[in-house]
């Protein structure tokens, strides 16, 4: 494979640029605090009354039996929302170990809202691990996400994590596997904004495949069209929209979403435009290595406008 081959390749840098933290918390269902503490014991029923019951008392207890059943519902699944609850809470304090062990003990497996946090957990404890267990995450995320999907399919978050972990698999598959599945990660990203036009985040990962497959030379296209057959194909100005959709429904969520902006609208001649963002990308405020590297590189763009 030749260096132009590869740096093509490596270019496509679609799912993996941006903060894990942000993309998982924003968009994550926010629960009100709805009576998590107030789990009701409900007795069991009295035997041997029935006998001596009239029908108007029976109809009485039917009526008393119905609700026991009803709170016994409620109590399932507030208990089941406290221990979503928790979950978010521990994913929020970056206690990612502690969270796959939480998530893991919760008996229904094949529940989509705990099959989807698995992959998010797995996602983020494989970037801090060696080759062997981050690939040996990766996968096992994947089929966590996979089966989430199998059974529900129009879940936002579900399809969300799929466009992801897609992207993550075909990587470890090869740079070929990862060019072949480019399609599929943009079709999962599209159906993830159709089921929450308001996920920001989700915007923004869009906004980043269109720029990066529109920033190819065509050099670069035609070497990856011989070696991979047709390259996607997108536009800066298809790129512009989801940025600019993803700031309209978050304003400033995110430094890269700010730089983006400033350097799509570079690409397409509309520099006053771009020295609004790259300002604002520069007096973004520092949280993580992804605002300080966002700012250095908007800063740097600046100083050779």
């Known amino acids: 494979m030749s260096w132009k081959v590869f740096r093509f390749l490596t270019s496509i840098n679609i799912c993996q640029r941006f903060?894990?933290?942000?993309?998982?918390?924003?968009?994550?269902?926010?629960?009100?605090?709805?009576?998590f503490n107030k789990l009701v014991y409900v007795a069991p029923a009295a035997m041997g009354l029935w006998i001596f019951q009239s029908a108007d008392e029976k109809d009485k207890d039917k009526s008393e039996n119905n609700k026991n059943n009803n709170n016994n519902h409620v109590k399932e699944i507030t208990a089941k929302e406290g221990f979503i609850v928790t979950a978010d809470v521990l994913f929020?304090?970056?206690?990612?170990?502690?969270?796959?062990?939480?998530?893991?003990?919760?008996?229904?497996?094949?529940?989509?809202?705990?099959?989807?946090?698995?992959?998010?957990?797995l996602y983020n404890l494989s970037k801090t691990a060696n080759e062997s267990e981050a690939k040996k995450m990766i996968l096992e995320a994947y089929e966590y996400i996979q089966t989430a999907i199998s059974i529900k399919e129009d879940h936002y978050a579900v399809q969300k994590w799929m466009s992801i972990l897609l992207d993550s698999k075909s990587s470890l598959e090869g740079m070929k596997s990862r060019i072949q599945q480019l399609y599929n990660v943009k079709k999962h990203m599209l159906r993830a904004i159709e089921l929450n036009p308001k996920?920001?985040?989700?915007?923004?990962?869009?906004?980043?495949?269109?720029?990066?497959?529109?920033?190819?030379?065509?050099?670069?296209?035609?070497?990856?069209?011989?070696?991979?057959?047709?390259?996607?194909?997108?536009?800066?100005?298809?790129?512009?929209?989801?940025?600019?959709?993803?700031?309209?429904?978050?304003?400033?969520f995110y430094s890269l979403n700010l730089l983006m902006l400033a350097k799509t609208y570079l690409k397409l001649g509309r520099k006053e435009d771009a020295l609004k963002y790259l300002k604002l990308t520069t007096e973004y405020p520092t949280t993580d290595h992804e605002d300080v590297q966002s700012k250095k590189e908007a800063q740097e763009i600046l100083n050779a406008l």
């Open 92 to 121: 929020e304090q970056g206690s990612y170990k502690q969270l796959y062990d939480h998530l893991s003990s919760y008996k229904h497996k094949e529940d989509v809202e705990i099959l989807w946090r698995l992959s998010r957990v």
């Open 199 to 252: 996920d920001a985040t989700t915007l923004y990962m869009l906004g980043n495949w269109c720029y990066h497959v529109s920033d190819l030379a065509w050099y670069q296209r035609k070497i990856a069209s011989l070696a991979f057959g047709e390259p996607p194909s997108s536009s800066f100005e298809e790129a512009l929209t989801y940025f600019e959709k993803a700031e309209e429904t978050s304003p400033n």
């Open 19 to 35: 903060d894990t933290y942000k993309v998982a918390l924003i968009g994550v269902q926010r629960r009100e605090k709805r009576n």
